[in-house]
């Protein structure tokens, strides 16, 4: 089993539409979560970054995190062609020296004009 | 300024080459990651570095995988003898303080390579 579990899509949507992008986590030292960007043939680029437990608005987007479930999700408010892109969810642990993150598969979404 | 550039942006070589990516950082970022990313999966940690020591190297499949940093500047990633399954996407990333942190976009555009 993978430490992170992500649904790889493909995800349509129409335009304006709220999206809802999920992921489950085994490891319970994870204690930083992250969902990144990353268009076609280029590099992930950092979206939302949440510590621990709670939610974190910017802009159109929502991040939520429930450690009890080990459950994070990204939320997309009005929908743009321009957010059509594959998100990738990602998670760390805190103590030092194990820096590195352990992403999802990534989730294909497609915004529908 | 000037983000994460990585070199070739791609590689084509045959099975048994040796290949060399290179990665250069933001300049003044002491920690440097190695990951790779096949086709339709996410991406998997290969290496760390803390200005050119590796903390964490756990993440490099096999012994023909190599990877050194000069300072805190440019790092390759050597693979000997390619194989097939070695195709993918290599992404560097770099960061101020050892922390792939928030409010930042520090990875780089990648290196696909295909081994025939």
């Known amino acids: 089993q993978k430490e992170v579990e992500q649904d790889p899509g493909p995800l349509s949507v129409p335009e304006g539409a709220i999206v809802s992008l999920n992921c489950t986590y085994s490891?319970?030292?994870?204690?930083?979560f992250m969902w990144y960007r990353q268009y076609s043939r280029k590099g992930p680029e950092l979206l939302m970054y949440t510590y621990s437990s709670g939610n974190k608005e910017d802009g159109r987007f929502t991040a939520q995190v429930d450690k009890s479930s080990k459950y994070i999700s990204l939320f997309i408010r009005d929908s743009q062609p321009s957010d059509s892109a594959t998100y990738l969810c990602a998670m760390r642990q805190t103590n030092f020296g194990n820096e590195k993150l352990t992403f999802g598969t990534g989730t294909r979404l497609t915004i529908i004009p | 300024g000037a983000g994460v550039s990585q070199s070739p942006s791609n590689k084509v070589t045959e099975k048994g080459k040796d290949v060399e990516l290179r990665c250069d950082p933001i300049s003044g970022h002491t920690a440097l990651y190695w990951y790779r990313q096949r086709l339709g999966q996410g991406l998997e940690f290969l290496i760390y570095?803390?200005?050119?020591?590796?903390?964490?190297k756990s993440g490099l499949p096999s012994d023909r995988f190599s990877a050194e940093r000069t300072g805190e500047s440019v790092s390759t990633l050597t693979i000997q003898r390619t194989q097939q399954e070695d195709s993918a996407v290599y992404l560097c990333?770099?960061?101020?303080?050892?922390?792939?942190?928030?409010?930042?976009?520090?990875f780089g555009p990648g290196t696909r390579l295909t081994v025939l």
């Open positions: 990333a770099s960061t101020p303080r050892g922390r792939l942190d928030a409010d930042t976009q520090y």
């Open positions: 490891n319970s030292a994870f204690q930083y």
């Open positions: 570095f803390q200005g050119n020591s590796a903390p964490d």
